[in-house]
């Protein structure tokens, strides 16, 4: 079992910068590949970016490549989104996610372990 808190988003202006954190508590942290997924209103989840489970591998959705940045610390079992150049449509839950996998995945249903969620929003 894992616990996932995401934290760090909140209402910024389109050209500006946030920084989400998922803390991660109970088993082994460093043996799951993570994932951020966001969900605007009236649309379905979609996936943003993924991590191995080493850090050593990344990818992203075509929509972020080139303006968010994913990393973890596995020594402070915590995953990061460091989102640059925001737009209004970012605007967004965002979720942080741990997948059964080690290496990255954008496969929903292989992310078992959920975070409640950080609302983002880009104002124009």
């Known amino acids: 079992q894992v616990q996932l808190v995401e934290s760090g988003g909140g209402l910024v202006q389109a050209g500006g910068s946030l920084r989400l954190s998922c803390a991660a508590s109970?088993?082994?942290?460093?043996?799951?590949?993570m994932g951020w997924f966001r969900q605007a209103p009236g649309k379905e989840r979609e996936f943003v970016a993924a991590?191995?489970?080493?850090?050593?591998?990344?990818y992203y959705a075509d929509s972020v490549k080139g303006r968010f940045t994913i990393s973890r610390d596995n020594a402070k079992n915590t995953v990061y989104l460091q989102m640059n150049s925001l737009k209004p449509e970012d605007t967004a839950v965002y979720y942080c996610?741990?997948?059964?996998?080690?290496?990255?995945?954008?496969?929903?249903?292989?992310?078992?372990?959920w975070g409640q969620g950080t609302q983002v929003t880009v104002s124009s």
């Open positions: 996610a741990a997948s059964t996998k080690i290496v990255v995945t954008t496969r929903y249903n292989e992310y078992i372990y």
């Open positions: 109970g088993r082994t942290f460093s043996t799951n590949g």
């Open positions: 991590i191995s489970r080493s850090g050593t591998n990344t």
